[in-house]
């Protein structure tokens, strides 16, 4: 049977957008070579709506992360990988045709989630590393995802499917939350952003006061959702014995970038009784809550015990400048900051820090 006879997935997120914008005609961006064809864009398609309310902006809808052709994928309880993306984006009321960057975003996205396997929920964030439309002057180098307001989970022949927006955020909205939650970030920003449509001009909220007393209040409260940070410059190195029986202790190095919003993400989650992990690309080390400290090591992990007075200490002394520092109550670790170089697409470096 061939795709052009049965079209049910497509078909559903049809009928969902229609409910929505009636006889409206979405400009339609599709694939001319599938992905496993050897094509480089992973998404059959985009649609894309214009819309007036609450502020003139363009809606994109893709299509691509669900089964819109036969089911194929086991699981039955849901389509594909049991989503499609929407994204909102500020609109000239002059623009007839929406920005091409955007569309590359989607399916940059698209490759990612493809090439990966990692899936994206209502709550996570993801750093682009660089500003989310290229060669512009915006502040917004990260995305949130968010339930679409609009369009609410769907059922399909081939199982669920959830609208799933996502949303620029700058580096600092990213930090505020990594050290609280998406949801609770987003909701305290939903005055000055509703919809949660994306305004590639526009200032970062993080500082603005009312959200950033909800961030506080919220982390006070609840903690930060961050269970896992992928750190690349994240290294240790065992203690061992030396001449004369003198012990060298074991070193944990950090790169800059991070160092601040991993102290700030160990008050967070300890004063809580949470752990933290730091995944590196050779190591991982899990934080946990614990009076007595300690530290084990294993082929897997590195499991260091914390309790609230050797967090302060780290947190204080975690900051974005290159040097070193010992934990004396936490078996005379060694904690080494390394410069971290910031790189554009080329593998030019941008930006130093440390």
Not at 90 to 119: D, K, M
Not at 124 to 133: Q, S
Not at 296 to 303: G, V
């Amino acid at each position: 049977m061939t795709h052009e006879e049965n079209t049910s997935g497509w078909d559903a997120i049809d009928k969902a957008i229609g409910d929505l914008y009636g006889e409206q005609e979405p400009r339609h961006y599709g694939t001319a070579l599938p992905y496993m064809l050897g094509g480089p864009d992973p998404l059959d398609g985009i649609s894309v709506y214009a819309v007036d309310k609450p502020m003139h902006h363009w809606h994109f809808v893709t299509y691509g992360f669900s089964e819109l052709y036969e089911k194929e994928m086991q699981d039955s309880s849901k389509s594909g990988y049991g989503f499609e993306l929407t994204f909102r984006l500020t609109r000239n009321e002059e623009e007839t045709e929406p920005p091409a960057w955007a569309l590359n975003l989607l399916q940059n996205v698209g490759r990612y989630v493809f090439n990966s396997g990692n899936i994206f929920q209502p709550g996570d964030y993801m750093d682009t590393n660089g500003p989310i439309c290229l060669e512009s002057d915006t502040l917004l180098t990260a995305l949130a995802f968010i339930e679409d307001p609009d369009l609410p989970e769907l059922s399909t022949p081939n199982g669920s499917v959830k609208f799933i927006q996502i949303v620029g955020i700058s580096g600092r909205e990213l930090e505020m939350i990594q050290t609280w939650n998406t949801r609770g970030f987003l909701s305290a920003c939903s005055h000055f952003m509703p919809k949660y449509v994306t305004d590639l001009m526009r200032n970062s909220y993080a500082d603005i006061p009312s959200v950033m007393q909800a961030v506080q209040h919220g982390i006070e409260e609840d903690g930060s959702s961050t269970a896992f940070l992928f750190i690349q410059q994240l290294s240790w190195e065992s203690s061992h014995k030396k001449i004369l029986q003198k012990t060298v202790p074991a070193k944990l190095q950090l790169g800059a970038k991070q160092a601040v919003l991993v102290g700030t993400i160990l008050r967070s989650r300890i004063s809580k009784g949470a752990s933290l992990s730091l995944i590196g690309p050779d190591t991982n080390i899990l934080f946990e809550a614990g009076e007595q400290p300690a530290v084990l090591e294993s082929d897997r992990q590195i499991t260091l015990t914390v309790n609230t007075q050797i967090v302060e200490e780290l947190a204080q002394n975690l900051r974005p400048v290159e040097g070193t520092f010992e934990m004396v109550s936490l078996d005379h670790i060694i904690v080494q900051i390394v410069k971290t170089e910031i790189k554009n697409q080329e593998g030019h470096v941008i930006q130093t820090i440390g």
